[in-house]
């Protein structure tokens, strides 16, 4: 099984301020999907952004971007004018492109955004 | 709106007393999930579905099976709770194609007592 490890149990950011949050992944397939969830205090997860492997271009979604360095294995998401609303834990998942449905998730980051 | 839905919210069972979480979808996805998760840590996968056929995850316990009877509805049947089974239990659905995320639903608080 692929394994996603995540090193930063807990991060803090200043409201208004940008945050990097780390993500890497071992694996041996050349074809897969890379996702970042979050998950508010007490409410469901939620997708916040997606990579595919085979794109060079990194995938942004608003105030959301993403670090994808294949050769590294490494997947680092960017939270840019940080607001309160962005509180949560937030997971790094990956999804192989040829071997079944799982999703393997890392132990996850937790946000604290500070007014 | 289209979404996954888990019933109850929260369920509090006793030692060894039988307890069925449920999972609804109007997403009409092929795929269904059943994690569990602990506090402060990664959603542990337990099983999934991909239309009926059942995937176990190797370190599933037996204690724990699920049904899936039409493509709307999971299962989540735990036989004989431990106290280590209380925990988030999250559905989440999928279209069997690999490019797309997972929808979650807002989990089932577990306590056993």
Known sequence: ?????????????????????SCTYDTSESDYYL???KQPPSRQMIL?????AYKQQN??????SVNFQKAAKSFSLKISDSQLGDAAMYFCAYRSANTGNQFYFGTGTSLTVIP | DAMVIQNPR???TQFGK???????????HNVMYWYQ???????????????????????TPDNF???????????????????GDAAMYLCATSVGATYNEQFFGPGTRLTVL
């Open chain 1, 1 to 21: 099984a692929q394994t996603v490890t995540q090193s930063q149990p807990e991060m803090s950011v200043q409201e208004a301020e940008t945050v990097t949050l």
């Open chain 2, 10 to 12: 929260y369920q509090v």
């Open chain 1, 48 to 52: 916040v952004i997606r990579q595919e």
């Open chain 2, 65 to 83: 099976q699920s049904r899936r009877p039409n493509t709307s509805f999971c299962f989540l049947d735990i036989r004989s709770p431990g106290l």
């Open chain 2, 37 to 59: 998760q602990k506090s402060s840590q990664a959603p542990k996968l337990l099983f999934h579905y991909y239309d009926k056929d059942f995937n176990n995850e190797a370190d």
């Open chain 1, 35 to 37: 996702f970042w969830y």
């Open chain 2, 18 to 28: 039988p307890v069925t979480l449920s999972c609804s979808q109007t997403l009409n």
């Open chain 1, 59 to 64: 995938a942004t979604e608003n105030r959301f």
